[in-house]
């Protein structure tokens, strides 16, 4: 009777552990997932240049088509809905959230690069040497094993820039 209940132990602990590793792993390609994704959409938004303000020298990124370019691309890549939640077949399980879309050009007045952004909350700090779209977005973490502590939300930054030549 003891040799079984040390075998069932030890059981228990093996799926444990396995279904902890099922979970970070799905992490891990979530993350991956939500990092690709995140750096197409703002590679895209930034290609949303004013022509009127570029025919006169100056890099103004318009930010309602910026925007709407940004979520077009998630939604494209990601297999997501209007509303960012998952489509049938999608890899993600959760709704994406758009926590942060930051458009920084030439219309800030004072500014010039090489700048200095830093944002606390998201943990970002960087030089931009020119006009940027900054965004973060997160979705839930998967859950396999429910346990006490909730996980923090799978968050991830993405910063696009042009880079003037010198």
Request: glycine share 4%.
């Amino acid at each position: 009777m003891d040799y079984i209940i040390k075998l069932a132990f030890v059981l228990l602990i093996f799926i444990y552990t396995w279904f902890f590793q099922a979970q970070n792993q799905e992490w891990d390609i979530e993350r991956a997932l939500l990092k690709d994704a995140n750096n197409m959409a703002v590679h895209d938004a930034a290609q949303e240049i004013n022509d009127v303000e570029r025919s006169q020298g100056r890099l103004i990124i318009d930010p309602t088509i910026a925007f709407e370019t940004f979520q077009d691309t998630l939604q494209l890549n990601l297999g997501l809905d209007e509303g960012l939640s998952p489509k049938a077949g999608s890899r993600l399980h959760h709704k994406v959230d758009i926590v942060k879309f930051v458009i920084i050009d030439e219309s800030i007045v004072g500014l010039s690069f090489p700048f200095l952004y830093e944002d606390a909350q998201y943990g970002i700090t960087k030089y931009i040497q020119g006009p940027s779209v900054i965004a973060v977005i997160e979705t839930e973490h998967p859950v396999l094993i429910a346990r006490s502590k909730t996980q923090e939300p799978i968050r991830v930054p993405a910063i696009q820039e042009y880079k003037f030549n010198k």
